[in-house]
Every structure is written in C-alpha cells, then in structure tokens.
C-alpha cells in the first residue's frame, strides 16, 4: 500500500490548525449576532463558532452535535457561558425538534470535523489506520457492514453518486474481491482494496485515490446530504424574519444542494414553466441573498489553514413570507436505489 498524500480538504497533520473554525471572519459578519438574539449552531463540533458568537453579542446559543464526544468535551463551554448557551445531542437534521423556538439565525458548517478525521479510531481518514467505521453519531451501520455485505453494484452506485468517482465499478468489484478473501476491518483494510483497482498514489496526484471512496461511504454511513436537506428546510420554518442562515460547505455534493436551496427560496429561477408560458410560477421568496454566488477564504487563511481551501460560504436573509413545502429532489439530494441484499 503506498503512503497518501492528506487531500486539501482535510486537517493539517501538524495540528496547528486543528480546530480553527473555518471562514470565522466571514461566518459572524454574514450571520450578525446581536444582543438578546437566540443563535442556533447546527454543528458545534470544537465549539469554534459558538465561542465566537458568545464573544460577539450578548446572545444565547442553542448548540447541537450528533458526536457524543463532542457533547461531551463542550460541557466546559456551557460552564463558562454563564447560562448562555445550550448545548443538545442530536442531527441538525432534527433541529426544529431540539430547539422548539423561533430564532433569529443559524449557523451550519456541514461534513466531517477536524477532530474526527485526527482520531484513528473513529476511521474517517485513510490516513491512519483504524477500525473502519465513519459513524458521527456512533449508532447504526458501520462503513466495514456496508463494504462486508453489500453487493457490488450497490457499493459502485454509493461511490459513484456520492463520491463522484468515475473508477466506480472497479473499485466496487474489487471491494467484494478483497472481502471473498478476509472482511475488511480496518481503513488500510479499505484503501488496499481500492488500490487494487486504481493502482497507489503517484507523485503528480493531487488526492489519494481513496478519498473519494472513504468520502461516499461516510456520507452514506451518516445521511449526510438528507440531513442537509433537512437541516435547510427546518431553519425556513425555525427563522424570524430578518433572521439569517448561514452555510459553509468542504464539497461539491454539498455545496450544489445548499445553491439550488437559495435559489429556489429566493426566486432566481425560470419565471414561467412551459405549462403556463409568460406567467410567473415562482412562489413569494423566503430569503434574499445578501450577496451573489459564495464567499471564499482569504489568502492569509488559506495559508494558515489548509482545511479552508475548500470550504464555501452560503448565506439568505429570511423574508416574512410563509415557509414552502419541503422538498428534497427539488434542491438535488440524491436518491439512492432501495438496497437489495
């Protein structure tokens, strides 16, 4: 097995920059907690963002996290809060649920955290060998249960739509090969199987040829892009007018939901269909954006900090009109075929 290159999307092996909270700049200016406003952070992960918002205004943080470890490592944040924040177990997803009260903004920063890629055993990272597991929540199925028992044409289909990966259907056959042979326990496990089918790293190869396996098996062990999904629409109906939602994505899948979400919400699609020519079918928008397309790093942080070098930051105003009916084809989460074992 060759040695992989760390992606530009993943932390720094150094850990200098282990748990500096991405775009935080451009984060607080879009997101502008003011005093007496109830902020939701849909993903706490180090506590980056809270703690900063906490600096910001004196504003109360409701916080969330699926990670128990996280959970548990932010119970001195709440401590020195003083009360003012509220820090939950659970999905973004299921935000509406936890938090149970208007607010007047929301934070999501989506995908796998820092920490998580640093600890081996939690196998997220290719780069350190570990059980091969991927799981945020640590429930449910494993990344080593999809790859052990699942047919091959279910394995090309989740490496292929979520992992973007052309090499599909050889990586996939050559998963059910190494598996005839030995289960694939660990993540080394995992990458010589890949590596049977794509060959190692070579010198000119930006990324390993894993990542994209280990990213489509993790957003699939996770329901990454479904939670998205219902994490935006949920902060339609949790909003105040005025209130703000704010997104920073590390990938294409994510970041193609997130701009399909605003521009829907926000009117900027084809005025009539060609079932009502030269009429406007658009419904009253739910948010105005406050600026065209994202927001991307600075120079100086993306020196500083590899991790910001993929990272897109989307953000809408809530205007006063009625939530829209959720819908998660419309903003281009993909479904999966049912799996048939």
Same mark, same amino acid.
């Given at each position: 097995?060759? #040695?992989?290159?760390?992606?530009?999307?993943?932390?720094? !092996?150094?850990?200098?920059?282990?748990?500096?909270? @991405?775009?935080?700049?451009? @984060?607080?200016?879009? &997101?502008?907690?003011?005093?007496?406003?109830?902020?939701?952070?849909?993903?706490?992960?180090?506590?980056?963002? #809270?703690?900063? $918002?906490?600096?910001?205004?004196?504003?109360?943080?409701? =916080?969330? %996290?699926?990670?128990?470890?996280?959970?548990?490592?932010?119970? +001195?944040? @709440?401590?020195?809060s003083g009360g003012r924040l509220k820090l939950l177990h659970g999905t973004f997803g299921e935000m509406e649920d936890l938090v149970a009260e208007m607010v007047d903004g929301i934070v999501l920063d989506i995908g796998v955290s820092?920490?998580?890629?640093?600890?081996?055993?939690?196998?997220?990272?290719?780069?350190? *060998?570990?059980?091969? *597991?991927?799981?945020?929540?640590?429930?449910?199925?494993?990344?080593? %249960?999809?790859?052990?028992?699942?047919?091959?044409?279910?394995?090309?289909?989740i490496i292929f739509v979520l992992g973007e990966e052309h090499r599909s259907r050889h990586i996939a056959r050559a998963i059910v090969k190494a598996r005839d042979e030995a289960p694939l326990r660990t993540t080394f496990d995992l990458?010589?199987?890949?590596?049977?089918?794509?060959?190692?790293?070579?010198?000119?190869?930006?990324?390993?040829?894993?990542?994209?396996?280990?990213?489509?098996?993790? $957003?699939?062990?996770?329901?990454?892009?479904?939670?998205?999904?219902? +994490?935006?629409?949920?902060?339609? /109906?949790? &909003?105040?007018?005025?209130? /703000?939602?704010?997104?920073?994505?590390?990938?294409?899948?994510? %970041?193609?939901?997130?701009?399909?979400?605003? =521009?829907?919400?926000?009117?900027? @699609?084809?005025?009539?269909?060609?079932? +009502?020519?030269? $009429?406007? #079918?658009?419904?009253? !928008?739910?948010?105005?954006?406050?600026f065209k397309g994202h927001v991307e790093g600075s120079e100086d942080e993306l020196a500083r900090n590899p991790r910001a070098r993929s990272a897109k930051l989307r953000s809408g105003v809530r205007t006063t009109a009625q939530a829209?009916?959720? %819908? &998660?084809?419309?903003?281009?989460? !993909?479904?999966?075929?049912?799996?048939?074992?």
């Open positions: 097995m060759s #040695t992989p290159k760390e992606p530009a999307s993943h932390a720094p !092996p150094d850990g200098a920059s282990r748990h500096v909270p @991405v775009l935080l700049q451009e @984060v607080l200016q879009a &997101l502008a907690p003011a005093d007496d406003e109830v902020i939701v952070d849909g993903t706490f992960g180090a506590g980056g963002y #809270t703690r900063a $918002i906490l600096a910001q205004a004196k504003c109360r943080v409701v =916080a969330i %996290d699926r990670d128990p470890t996280a959970i548990a490592a932010g119970q +001195a944040a @709440v401590v020195a820092s920490m998580q890629l640093d600890e081996a055993e939690r196998g997220f990272s290719f780069l350190r *060998d570990g059980p091969l *597991d991927m799981r945020m929540s640590a429930e449910g199925r494993s990344a080593a %249960d999809l790859v052990n028992t699942l047919p091959a044409e279910a394995l090309a289909d990458v010589r199987a890949v590596e049977a089918a794509t060959g190692p790293q070579r010198a000119k190869d930006r990324t390993h040829p894993a990542t994209r396996t280990f990213q489509a098996l993790r $957003i699939y062990v996770n329901g990454e892009l479904d939670e998205l999904g219902h +994490a935006l629409f949920a902060a339609e /109906r949790m &909003l105040k007018p005025g209130g /703000r939602l704010v997104v920073v994505t590390f990938h294409s899948l994510e %970041d193609r939901v997130v701009k399909r979400f605003f =521009a829907q919400r926000s009117g900027n @699609v084809p005025i009539s269909s060609r079932h +009502a020519p030269g $009429i406007d #079918t658009r419904p009253v !928008p739910t948010f105005t954006l406050p829209l009916p959720a %819908d &998660l084809a419309l903003i281009g989460v !993909p479904e999966l075929k049912p799996v048939r074992h």
